[in-house]
C-alpha cells in the first residue's frame, strides 16, 4: 500500500472519529456517559444523532473526491478507531464492552454512510470525466 493511501486512512479515521464526536457540543442536551477511558466516545457513539451521519457521509464523499481509495476501505477506516477504544477500554476495565460482538456490528453498521458518501462521489467523479470527454472531443 502506498503511503499516500496510509496517510488517507489515517486522515478518514481520524474524521471519522470527529463526525461521531463533534455533534456533542452542537446538541448540548445529550446526556453524558461515563467510560473507563473515552467518555466522549461513548457518549457520542450512545447519542448517535443525524449530524454524525451526515458528517460521516460528507467525510466519505470527501475523502474519495480526493483519493482513489475503494469506498469500502474509506467506510471501515471510518470506524477503525472504536474498535481500538473498546479493546483499550477492555484491557483497564474488563467489564466494559461486555456485549462487544454486538457494538462491533453497529461500528460497521455506522460505517454504511461514508460508504455511501465515497459512492456518490464516485458518481459524480464518473459523470464530470464522461462530461469533459465528451466536451472535449
Known amino acids: 500500500m502506498k503511503l499516500t493511501n496510509v496517510s488517507t486512512l489515517i486522515v478518514i479515521s481520524i474524521l471519522g472519529m470527529l463526525s461521531i464526536i463533534l455533534p456533542i457540543f452542537i446538541l448540548g442536551d445529550l446526556k453524558s456517559y461515563d467510560s473507563p477511558l473515552f467518555p466522549l466516545i461513548r457518549t457520542g457513539i450512545e447519542g448517535i444523532s443525524k449530524f454524525s451521519l451526515f458528517f460521516l457521509f460528507f467525510s466519505g464523499f470527501m475523502v474519495k473526491f480526493f ?31 461486555n456485549m462487544f460482538p454486538i457494538e462491533f456490528m453497529f461500528y460497521a453498521i455506522y460505517a454504511l454512510p461514508s460508504v455511501l458518501g465515497a459512492s456518490v462521489s464516485q458518481i459524480i467523479k464518473k459523470i464530470n470525466f464522461k462530461r469533459g470527454c465528451s466536451s472535449a472531443g
Open 67 to 97: 483519493s482513489d481509495l475503494s469506498g469500502w476501505k474509506i467506510g471501515l477506516a471510518s470506524m477503525m478507531l472504536f474498535p481500538l477504544a473498546a479493546f483499550l477500554e477492555m484491557t483497564v476495565d474488563r467489564s466494559s464492552h
